[in-house]
């Protein structure tokens, strides 16, 4: 007589979400790292990266190393805002970081000489944005979830 033992069930895999440095560290930490690497390398920030001539007939428009920064700058916020919209427990984490990059470019703002420019200024002004934007989005999202619980 044969037996014939039932196998065992497999266990469901647990995936664990993988963070790579991007979740982890603020991502506006880098145009502070590229305005410093600039500052320190004595280039201009009107220095033009290339000149593109408009249909219009108007002077030709050049796109310089300020305006790369502050367009850097930009898009990541855009990301920021995004990670901004995850919930979980590295969310207080998150608001905590961007709240000190927002200090770090004030202070820098303040005191080191190098910054006291218009760029720097608005790029403090997007690590701003991104301390407020952050705790919006992550309190609008607790209402959501609360008065969607509460319907139960």
Known sequence: MVVVEPT???KPRSYRRR???LTVVPTLLIPWIVY???AATGVELNHPLFEITLPSGAPPWSFTVSDAVLLLSLMLLFFEILKSTRTGGNSVADHALSMIVFVLYLIWFLVVPTAATSLFFLI???ALIDVVAGFSV???AARRDYSVGSEN
């Open 8 to 10: 065992p069930e497999p």
């Open 19 to 21: 963070s790579n440095w």
């Open 36 to 38: 410093n690497a600039v």
């Open 124 to 126: 403090t002004i997007i």
């Open 138 to 140: 992550t309190i609008r």
